[in-house]
């Protein structure tokens, strides 16, 4: 099994989902359980996939489950953005979640690339006429 804690898309997403419990902290009571909880939800849903396709023995597998761990840091980028836009977050809380989701997304794209480098393609032997 590989070692998620020495990940730096881990770490990064890692961080931005304590970030982002800290900052939920501040939303209405009456969207725990909508908006805090889908917030929250996706923000845990980045490291815990990236742990989950560690876990996994083929980079097939491993690298599906980093495209699920993108899929969840893309929603939650679009529900910091919906907080802002409802006036939940205040601009001093979302830019540096923004910048988060920036760093995390960066190391994630280079984490997905070198994984994808190391699966064999198909065989690329000229046809034979």
């Given at each position: 099994?590989?070692?998620?804690?020495?990940?730096?898309?881990?770490?990064?997403?890692?961080?931005?989902a304590v970030a982002v419990y800290c900052?939920?902290?501040?939303?209405?009571?009456?969207?725990?359980?909508?908006?805090?909880?889908?917030?929250?939800?996706?923000?845990?849903?980045?490291?815990?996939?990236?742990?989950?396709?560690?876990?996994?023995p083929s980079n097939k597998d491993y690298?599906?489950?980093?495209?699920?761990?993108?899929?969840?840091?893309?929603?939650?980028?679009?529900?910091?953005?919906?907080?802002?836009?409802?006036?939940?977050?205040?601009?001093?809380?979302?830019?540096?979640?923004?910048?988060?989701?920036?760093?995390?997304?960066?190391?994630?794209?280079?984490?997905?690339?070198?994984?994808?480098?190391?699966?064999?393609?198909?065989?690329?032997?000229?046809?034979?006429?």
């Open positions: 099994m590989r070692d998620y804690t020495k990940i730096v898309a881990w770490q990064r997403a890692d961080d931005l900052a939920t902290n501040a939303l209405p009571a009456h969207e725990v359980f909508s908006l805090t909880n889908q917030l929250r939800r996706a923000a845990y849903s980045v490291p815990a996939n990236i742990v989950e396709g560690c876990s996994r690298l599906h489950f980093l495209h699920v761990a993108l899929g969840s840091l893309a929603e939650t980028q679009y529900f910091i953005h919906l907080a802002e836009r409802l006036g939940y977050l205040k601009e001093t809380q979302v830019t540096p979640l923004k910048s988060q989701t920036k760093a995390t997304f960066a190391s994630l794209h280079g984490l997905i690339k070198a994984v994808k480098a190391q699966i064999p393609g198909p065989s690329r032997r000229p046809a034979v006429l």
